[in-house]
Nanobody, 120 residues
Framework: VQLQASGGGSVQPGGSLRLSCTDS????????MGWFRQAPGKEHEFVAA????????IYGSSLQGRSTISRDNEKNTIYLQMNNLRTEDTAVYYC??????????????WGLGTQVTVSS
């Protein structure tokens, strides 16, 4: 497993970003995949996850209703579309994977983070 995230950047409040994450080391991933985030001075926070077959997306409370997670298994890639971003969404977003991610929100693998900054 080798998770490579992209799509972070700076955006104004109310704006949108789409994060992507590819498992570049697996020909066909059977792991759930998802996202955690960590804001400065805070602990890691669950954001969203999706099962290996693209079903059963779940969301943490912070971005629920403002985000959509999806999966393209032909590309071993997941996407997180984030809308109506707020300053409190500023954090490093980490792509994660693991067989227990959707069921228990416990990742086994972590990728390097991508910075999301929401500021006017």
């Amino acid at each position: 497993v080798q998770l490579q995230a992209s799509g972070g950047g700076s955006v104004q409040p109310g704006g949108s970003l789409r994060l992507s994450c590819t498992d570049s080391a697996s020909q066909y991933s059977v792991n759930d995949m998802g996202w955690f985030r960590q804001a400065p001075g805070k602990e890691h926070e669950f954001v969203a996850a999706i099962k290996w077959n693209g079903e059963s997306p779940i969301y943490g409370s912070s971005l629920q209703g403002r985000s959509t997670i999806s999966r393209d298994n032909e590309k071993n890639t997941i996407y997180l579309q984030m809308n109506n971003l707020r300053t409190e969404d500023t954090a490093v977003y980490y792509c994660v994977s693991g067989q227990n991610l959707v069921a228990y929100r416990i990742p086994r693998y972590w990728g390097l983070g991508t910075q999301v900054t929401v500021s006017s």
